[in-house]
Nanobody, 125 residues
């Protein structure tokens, strides 16, 4: 079974940066996409970003466009999320997830069958 492990969360002040990483225990093939989701207390899980492993095409939720960058490392089977200009509303538990198929930035988590344990991101004001 595949395992996804996130790292890089922490506490930062507004305007700061964090880089999250998610490493798969197995090789990530081109028919998969890797996404980042987040969930804040009292809110539903929210799609943040996704990258298609086949061609590197990326998508972002509007609220993070221009601030977050998702990237992949094919050799290390790792997906990263560089988060800049962080805002208090970015505070959440961030999860990485894997899905079979090509993503065009669909908002929902349908089809994401593999999930990491989550890493806490807290942005203070």
């Amino acid at each position: 079974q595949v395992q996804l492990v996130e790292s890089g969360g922490g506490l930062v002040q507004a305007g700061g940066s964090l880089r999250l990483s998610c490493t798969s225990s197995r090789r990530i093939f081109g028919n998969f996409c890797m996404g980042w989701f987040r969930q804040a207390p009292g809110k539903e899980r929210e799609f943040v970003s996704v990258i298609n492993w086949s061609d590197g095409t990326t998508y972002y939720v509007d609220s993070v466009k221009g601030r977050f960058t998702i990237s992949r490392d094919n050799v290390k089977n790792t997906v990263s999320l560089q988060m800049n200009s962080l805002k208090p509303e970015d505070t959440a538990v961030y999860y990485c997830a894997a899905k079979r198929g090509y993503s065009r930035g669909e908002n929902g988590s349908y089809g994401y069958d593999y999930w990491g344990q989550g890493t806490q991101v807290t942005v203070s004001s």
